[in-house]
């Protein structure tokens, strides 16, 4: 891992550093005995995002939307009434950041901005939304429907439209300038597709096959992409080089185990820092477990 200081911004290293790695080797598998807990105050947190040094989840008990600390765990309620998400979008804007959720119980896609208002409904009668993703370029959102096996466009205004069906069971989805990756919850085949953004009419080619209860995928800041899946009744985290596997698809022997947890599976949230920390949990539990990928970094304090 190399890191290359840029701008002289006292007080602020995270804006002070930028981090590439340059070699992704893993010395191993890691286990359940290898994750360190982070300590939050959210009892049933579904779904995490890691935005500028926290993480963000939703609690499903109490509807309500928690901030972390990525490293002491401080917990701090940022605004109730997000009911059941299982992914966010955050985008920075010039006043702080806004938050996209997918609310699976309301089926539609909650805004939530930095001041903490009202969380606004940006657009509903989705059904069974779960996954969500931002396209700069196009400036429009892709958000999965389990229920209707489809993937729909929304742009800014919150006007949304039909964009790719013929999935199965979509879960999460990610993507970068060029490419989509979606999850398959209901495929074990097709577990893992992709598309080009170039297309004008984008068909879903397979990326990983033989996967059980794929949920989510996460292109990471070592831009390899990252998954959670389930061997028998364990949670599991994979990844793959998606560059390697778009050229013929992959197979499940072609995974590389990142992270064999003793959690049930399914694992219902998978959050990277930009300094390569995994973060995890199962779902319905309290516990935020995780581990640095590349290198060591200091036990996050208990709060």
Known sequence: MTVQAQDDNEGDTRADETISFDDTTLERTFNQDDLGILVGNVQRPNGITWFDGNLYTACNGDWTLYQINDTTGATQTFIFGVQDTHSMEILPTE???DIWAPDFAKNQVTLVDQDRSAPQM????IDGPWGITYLDAQE???VTSLRENTILQI???GEATPYLDGLRAPAGIDSNEDYVYVANNGSARRAIEWFALI???PELEPLVSGLQNVSNVV???DKLLYFT???GTRGVVGRVDPEVCRDEGCSNEDVEIVLFTELPAPLAGLAFSDDMRLFV???YRPEIYWVSLYGEVSEPESN
């Open 122 to 125: 940006f657009v509903d009668e």
């Open 229 to 231: 899946y389930a061997l």
């Open 95 to 97: 006043d702080g950041f």
């Open 199 to 201: 297309d004008e009419e």
């Open 140 to 142: 429009l959102f892709l």
């Open 281 to 283: 949990h199962t779902i």
């Open 155 to 157: 742009d800014l205004e």
């Open 219 to 221: 292109l990471a800041p």
